[in-house]
């Protein structure tokens, strides 16, 4: 039964709110998440309600949001994509710096000190949704920024992140 649930996602690097649709009978590994529109969403939410799915929240759906940095693309597929892309470089951006900065790498088991080293990682997107990186409360040489921008751009793509 394809498409017989909804997921709201909120990313943490933007103020969207999209409806994704995807089909819970099947395991998590297996699930595969379709954007689909606040209308689409409502309708299968409503779907689940007249089934009495079990674990169905009663509540109506919230509306989609489209934040301002995303106006331009609309409410379509394509929203999703570029959505996912910028989120994935942010966390890809990190995942390149602990590689290249021992002081950023997390130890098993330490969720204190993981989690301290996570707020080290600044970042926000410009207006050009260019990711600017930087690191606080670490000390990180020209050297390891020069190194890091340079996997950024041979990784990522150029003209995607600036580290600073």
């Excluded at 909804?6 to 994704?20: E, S």
Aim: glycine share 4%; charged share 15%.
């Amino acid at each position: 039964m394809p498409n017989n649930a909804i997921m709201l996602w909120m990313p943490d690097t933007c103020g969207c709110v999209i409806h994704l649709a995807y089909d819970d009978t099947l395991p998590d590994s297996q699930r595969v998440f379709t954007y689909v529109t606040e209308a689409q969403a409502q309708a299968i939410h409503a779907a689940r309600l007249a089934a009495k799915t079990p674990n169905t929240n009663p509540n109506p759906q919230p509306p989609a949001v489209i934040c301002s940095a995303h106006a331009s693309i609309g409410a379509a597929p394509k929203l999703l994509t570029t959505v996912q892309n910028e989120n994935q470089r942010k966390n890809k951006v990190f995942s390149l710096a602990q590689a290249q900065i021992s002081a950023l790498q997390f130890v098993d088991g330490d969720n204190v000190g993981n989690a301290k080293k996570l707020a080290m990682y600044q970042w926000s997107f410009d207006t050009n949704r260019v990711l600017e990186v930087s690191f606080s409360g670490v000390a990180i040489t020209t050297a390891q920024k020069t190194s890091l921008q340079s996997l950024c751009d041979n990784q990522i793509g150029k003209n995607l992140t600036k580290v600073s």
